[in-house]
């Protein structure tokens, strides 16, 4: 990890920029150094279950933690990279800690009055990122969870708004609903007679 002056790093991560319906969900976790949680890994590598129970010891344990969204309707205003670092944004503003050094995964920070670094496969090598990256991916989970009881034609509960074969042939079949983001071509293509 990088050196920093003595203070709080939180790290973040997001869930949902390649799924075809529903917003982009940023974590932000700053996690305590007398209270460590074991197991933390990048969000993708563990099971369902091992991420449903340490979302919940992350809320526990860690110092301060914030969930955020960008909406559908964001992602088709702004483009789904300024999206995500919105919601990024908004993750870090609503810590109840200020941090010294935000360490946030992949190749891009958003804009931030903190020092920030960005680390390519953070979500592997830093735990505050790890820990971030399974509460961005757990609480979208949820809401997709959410969509399908609204929405069960898509099959939301599955694909997690994925465009797999199955969500492909229903969109086709039923157009898109109003969690459909309309600026991806797969959505696009089925709403080309209005769309444009």
């Given at each position: ?8 790093v ?36 563990l ?9 919940d ?15 559908v ?8 990279l ?114 444009f």
């Amino acid at each position: 990890m990088p050196w920093h002056p003595p203070g709080l790093v939180a790290g973040v991560d997001e869930a949902g920029r390649g799924p075809l319906a529903g917003p982009v969900v940023a974590a932000a976790v700053i996690l305590d150094d007398l209270n460590p949680i074991a197991g933390l890994a990048d969000s993708k590598k563990l099971t369902a279950a091992r991420r449903e129970a340490l979302f919940d010891e992350i809320r526990a344990k860690a110092l301060c933690c914030s969930i955020a969204e960008a909406s559908v309707q964001e992602i088709d205003e702004l483009n789904i990279l300024q999206a995500t670092m919105l919601a990024m944004r908004r993750a870090v503003m609503g810590l109840r800690l200020k941090p010294v050094l935000v360490l946030v995964d992949g190749n891009r920070i958003p804009v931030l009055d903190m020092h920030a670094e960005a680390i390519v496969k953070g979500d592997a090598l830093v735990k505050a990122i790890s820990a971030a990256s399974i509460l961005a991916k757990v609480h979208r989970d949820r809401w997709c969870e959410r969509l399908d009881a609204q929405y069960p034609a898509y099959g939301f509960a599955g694909h997690k708004g994925y465009g797999t074969p199955a969500h492909l042939t229903a969109l086709q079949a039923h157009g898109a609903c109003p969690e459909h983001r309309r600026s991806f071509s797969p959505v696009a293509q089925v709403l080309a007679p209005s769309f444009f």
